[in-house]
């Protein structure tokens, strides 16, 4: 281990900044931007982590027990009707049920109902070679996780690339956690009991807990990207 | 004022080409039937190269290049590279006359723009400029396929071309020869009333189209009124490569003839001639927003024909499209908007094969009581933007958990106690229940024998913290969802 004098860190933290603006300057295409995060209006997973990311996938693990993962569900659909865009929702297992989620807030929402995994699976990665959406939902909750596990690494891989690419709000429910290439996985904690059941959704939203399993906070790249942001890339060189 | 002249030189073989992409590569030789004995009528650059000349008997043209391909005439090709000519010509100009098969001169053209007409692979287009349309022909004979585009200014730029580029009988460029005289200069140099007294006046007007003194009138062409393009197949297809090498050119042609009338297509009349004369397979393809780009028309068909299978290989394709005025808009920031709806389109006829046609769409609601009654219609490709911020916002309405449904509901065993679930066991969730809310009736539809429905709704809440709705229709239980 070598340690160095502070005047020589001060130094070497100097010419790294000097460094740092040069390649900035000389190559300002090549700076990577820090990633977008869109707020979803649930403190639980806005506080938590900062909201949803774009260009990259966000893995929801839905218990076996009630706790709210619909409310998520519903939070994405009003985000996409916020941000003006269309929703793609592959429902793996032909779940969704419009008439609790509200038939007058689903105008932005195109619903793909599957009733294979490999038709979902299929479905997804139709809807994300279209560059129409920019937010998509993957519903593989009512999928065994014996069965999820099986799908090939290079799936999630490629629908990774394709959300980075198009700079899309990906999220997938699953049973288990299953994606290896999810940047932000949570999984939502049980709720109170059945008196919820005629609580306005807003006061579930807020009251809403969810666990942060992972998240790897990183550059992205593509059309969400946030204009302005630091360079990650030349930060880690500094550091 | 500019004329140009387009040529295609080996015009007939240019269009087999065009039409056949088979047929681009190689030594390969039209013939005509001369008498007894076939003879070359024209052959392409590599058969040049390999031995073989125009007006050489075909055993010989063979004894020289054994690799040689002979081929007929397909007036059909002829046609459709003739098309596609005129279509290029009235990208570049409104003046266009159709001067000869493969030939066109144009008034005051637009500089050649090779990428906006997309320029098919193996096509060598030559073009010729001057301030005549007979000096613009002339100079079309010094291009070359390095050089496509060659420009005049006046006659002394073409005193090297040989005399045979005049137009003069055979005689009158015997008897030039014999004074010495092979090039067009020679005989520019020579006066013009000794020409006409020597000669005669056919000669006098050869020396005045050569010294630019005359200019003549175009014919000009009127465009198309019709946007339709067929071909005739002198081998009948049966891959799809082929077919689909053919529809775009097609496409490529029917883009041009658009744009030459400012109009878009809006839907595309695809018909399939089968062979032996069985019944042709016609297909309409409606545009999800009218276009000319080549390529999105293609697609569009193209989509639909990879999964197609016909039982007669296919020897006639046949194209037309319903145009419609050119009505550009633009991207409303206010309003949701599909990016892209030709590329939607596609994605949707791929869900609609995947999933089945009703399974992809926007849920509305149906005026029912029914549980579960959902209509699904198509996805508008724009939608007014919503205000979320109000109290009276459809956010502020809904209650409670959104639920899972299973489709069709999961046959389950519920234990009652007091009129009240008490145990529930299914395939999808088992466990004793801990809270209950209901019951709920519904019915409906009851002056209808085959669709009265009459149910009864729980909540239930089991002791894994799971909240599921139960349905008890008659004796039967079953589970409808679980609240998630």
Redesign the interface.
Same mark, same amino acid.
């Given at each position: 281990m070598t340690t160095h004098h502070p005047a020589e860190e001060s130094e070497r933290a100097a010419a790294f900044d000097a460094l740092r603006e040069r390649m900035k300057a000389e190559f300002p295409s090549s700076c990577l931007r820090e990633e977008k995060r869109f707020k979803l209006g649930v403190p639980g997973i806005d506080g938590g982590c900062g909201g949803i990311p774009a260009g990259a996938l966000t893995e929801v693990v839905?218990p076996?027990?009630?706790?709210?993962?619909?409310?998520v569900?519903?939070a994405l659909i009003?985000l996409a009707?916020?941000e003006?865009?269309?929703l793609a929702l592959v429902d793996g297992g032909?779940?969704?049920?419009?008439?609790?989620?509200?038939? $007058?807030?689903? $105008?932005?929402?195109?619903?793909?109902?599957?009733?294979r995994l490999e038709?979902a699976v299929?479905?997804a990665d139709?809807?994300l070679?279209?560059?129409?959406f920019r937010f998509h939902v993957v519903d593989l909750?009512?999928h065994d996780s014996g069965r999820l596990r099986r799908v090939p690494g290079r799936v999630w891989y490629r629908f990774q690339r394709l959300a980075r690419q198009e700079g899309a709000v990906v999220v997938c429910f699953s049973p288990v956690g299953v994606i290896p290439s999810a940047r932000l996985r949570l999984s939502c904690l049980?709720?109170e009991?059945?008196?919820?059941?005629?609580?306005?959704?807003?006061q579930?939203a807020a009251g809403l807990r969810v666990e942060i399993i992972r998240d790897h906070r990183g550059p992205a790249q593509g059309r969400g990207a946030a204009e302005g942001g630091e360079d990650g890339l030349f930060r880690l060189a500094a550091s | 004022m500019a004329y140009f002249v387009w040529r295609l030189p080996d015009f007939g073989l240019q269009a087999l080409c065009y039409t056949n992409p088979r047929s681009e590569t190689g030594p390969m030789a039209l013939t005509v039937e001369q008498g007894r004995q076939p003879l070359l009528d024209t052959c392409n650059e590599t058969a040049r190269i390999e031995g073989a000349e125009p007006g050489m008997s075909v055993s010989r043209a063979l004894a020289r290049c054994p690799r040689l391909r002979l081929v007929s005439r397909s007036p059909s090709a002829e046609e459709r590279l003739d098309t596609w000519l005129r279509a290029v010509a009235w990208r570049h100009s409104p003046y266009v006359e159709v001067t000869g098969p493969g030939t066109v001169t144009l008034k005051d053209p637009v500089p050649f723009m090779p990428e906006a007409v997309s320029l098919p692979r193996g096509i060598d287009l030559r073009r010729g400029g001057g301030p005549t349309p007979d000096l613009a022909a002339m100079a079309t004979a010094l291009s070359s396929r390095r050089e496509p585009e060659v420009r005049v200014s006046g006659p002394e730029d073409l005193d090297s071309l040989a005399l045979g580029h005049l137009g003069l009988s055979r005689e009158t460029e015997g008897i030039l020869e014999s004074w010495g005289l092979r090039d067009c200069g020679s005989f520019r140099r020579l006066s013009r009333e000794q020409v006409a007294g020597r000669l005669g006046l056919p000669a006098a007007a050869a020396w005045d189209r050569l010294a630019g003194h005359y200019s003549r009138p175009l014919r000009i062409a009127s465009p198309p009124k019709r946007f339709e393009a067929s071909l005739e197949l002198e081998y009948a297809i049966e891959t799809l490569e082929p077919l689909l090498f053919i529809l775009g050119r097609l496409f490529g042609e029917l883009s041009l003839t658009l744009e030459a009338a400012v109009k878009v297509a809006s839907v595309i009349h695809l018909r399939l001639q089968a062979e032996n004369d069985q019944p042709p397979y016609t297909r309409v393809f409606r545009l999800p927003e009218p276009t000319r780009k080549p390529g999105i028309l293609l697609r569009t068909v193209h989509t639909v024909l990879d999964n197609l299978r016909l039982e007669h290989p296919v020897a006639g394709v046949a194209l037309r499209v319903d145009p419609v005025p050119e009505h550009r808009r633009q991207q409303d920031l206010?309003?949701?908007e599909?990016?892209? /709806?030709h590329?939607?389109s596609e994605?949707l006829a791929?869900?609609a094969a995947?999933?089945g046609p009703q399974?992809?769409?926007? /849920? =509305?609601?149906r005026d029912t009581h029914r549980?579960?009654a =959902?209509a699904?219609q198509p996805?508008?490709s724009s939608?007014a933007? =919503?205000d979320?911020s109000g109290e009276g916002s459809?956010?502020?309405?809904?209650?409670?958990?959104?639920?899972?449904?299973?489709?069709p509901p999961r046959r389950a065993s519920v234990g009652v106690q007091a009129g009240q679930p008490d145990f529930v066991e299914s395939p999808v969730?088992s466990g004793r229940v801990v809270?209950?809310?209901g019951p709920w009736y519904g019915s409906g539809e009851w002056w209808e024998r085959t669709r009265y429905w009459s149910e009864v709704e729980w909540?239930?809440?089991l002791e894994?913290?799971?909240?599921l709705r139960l349905v008890r229709s008659g004796r039967k239980w079953s589970l409808a969802?679980?609240?998630?």
């Amino acid at each position: 281990m070598t340690t160095h004098h502070p005047a020589e860190e001060s130094e070497r933290a100097a010419a790294f900044d000097a460094l740092r603006e040069r390649m900035k300057a000389e190559f300002p295409s090549s700076c990577l931007r820090e990633e977008k995060r869109f707020k979803l209006g649930v403190p639980g997973i806005d506080g938590g982590c900062g909201g949803i990311p774009a260009g990259a996938l966000t893995e929801v693990v839905v218990p076996p027990a009630s706790a709210g993962s619909g409310l998520v569900l519903g939070a994405l659909i009003g985000l996409a009707r916020r941000e003006n865009a269309y929703l793609a929702l592959v429902d793996g297992g032909d779940g969704f049920d419009p008439e609790t989620m509200g038939f $007058e807030r689903l $105008e932005h929402l195109f619903w793909v109902r599957c009733s294979r995994l490999e038709q979902a699976v299929e479905a997804a990665d139709l809807l994300l070679r279209d560059s129409n959406f920019r937010f998509h939902v993957v519903d593989l909750s009512h999928h065994d996780s014996g069965r999820l596990r099986r799908v090939p690494g290079r799936v999630w891989y490629r629908f990774q690339r394709l959300a980075r690419q198009e700079g899309a709000v990906v999220v997938c429910f699953s049973p288990v956690g299953v994606i290896p290439s999810a940047r932000l996985r949570l999984s939502c904690l049980p709720g109170e009991g059945l008196e919820q059941l005629d609580w306005p959704r807003e006061q579930l939203a807020a009251g809403l807990r969810v666990e942060i399993i992972r998240d790897h906070r990183g550059p992205a790249q593509g059309r969400g990207a946030a204009e302005g942001g630091e360079d990650g890339l030349f930060r880690l060189a500094a550091s | 004022m500019a004329y140009f002249v387009w040529r295609l030189p080996d015009f007939g073989l240019q269009a087999l080409c065009y039409t056949n992409p088979r047929s681009e590569t190689g030594p390969m030789a039209l013939t005509v039937e001369q008498g007894r004995q076939p003879l070359l009528d024209t052959c392409n650059e590599t058969a040049r190269i390999e031995g073989a000349e125009p007006g050489m008997s075909v055993s010989r043209a063979l004894a020289r290049c054994p690799r040689l391909r002979l081929v007929s005439r397909s007036p059909s090709a002829e046609e459709r590279l003739d098309t596609w000519l005129r279509a290029v010509a009235w990208r570049h100009s409104p003046y266009v006359e159709v001067t000869g098969p493969g030939t066109v001169t144009l008034k005051d053209p637009v500089p050649f723009m090779p990428e906006a007409v997309s320029l098919p692979r193996g096509i060598d287009l030559r073009r010729g400029g001057g301030p005549t349309p007979d000096l613009a022909a002339m100079a079309t004979a010094l291009s070359s396929r390095r050089e496509p585009e060659v420009r005049v200014s006046g006659p002394e730029d073409l005193d090297s071309l040989a005399l045979g580029h005049l137009g003069l009988s055979r005689e009158t460029e015997g008897i030039l020869e014999s004074w010495g005289l092979r090039d067009c200069g020679s005989f520019r140099r020579l006066s013009r009333e000794q020409v006409a007294g020597r000669l005669g006046l056919p000669a006098a007007a050869a020396w005045d189209r050569l010294a630019g003194h005359y200019s003549r009138p175009l014919r000009i062409a009127s465009p198309p009124k019709r946007f339709e393009a067929s071909l005739e197949l002198e081998y009948a297809i049966e891959t799809l490569e082929p077919l689909l090498f053919i529809l775009g050119r097609l496409f490529g042609e029917l883009s041009l003839t658009l744009e030459a009338a400012v109009k878009v297509a809006s839907v595309i009349h695809l018909r399939l001639q089968a062979e032996n004369d069985q019944p042709p397979y016609t297909r309409v393809f409606r545009l999800p927003e009218p276009t000319r780009k080549p390529g999105i028309l293609l697609r569009t068909v193209h989509t639909v024909l990879d999964n197609l299978r016909l039982e007669h290989p296919v020897a006639g394709v046949a194209l037309r499209v319903d145009p419609v005025p050119e009505h550009r808009r633009q991207q409303d920031l206010f309003t949701a908007e599909l990016r892209d /709806p030709h590329r939607f389109s596609e994605t949707l006829a791929c869900l609609a094969a995947l999933v089945g046609p009703q399974s992809a769409g926007t /849920p =509305v609601f149906r005026d029912t009581h029914r549980p579960d009654a =959902v209509a699904m219609q198509p996805l508008s490709s724009s939608r007014a933007s =919503v205000d979320t911020s109000g109290e009276g916002s459809p956010e502020c309405e809904c209650r409670g958990f959104p639920l899972d449904r299973f489709r069709p509901p999961r046959r389950a065993s519920v234990g009652v106690q007091a009129g009240q679930p008490d145990f529930v066991e299914s395939p999808v969730c088992s466990g004793r229940v801990v809270a209950v809310r209901g019951p709920w009736y519904g019915s409906g539809e009851w002056w209808e024998r085959t669709r009265y429905w009459s149910e009864v709704e729980w909540d239930v809440q089991l002791e894994n913290g799971s909240l599921l709705r139960l349905v008890r229709s008659g004796r039967k239980w079953s589970l409808a969802g679980v609240y998630r």
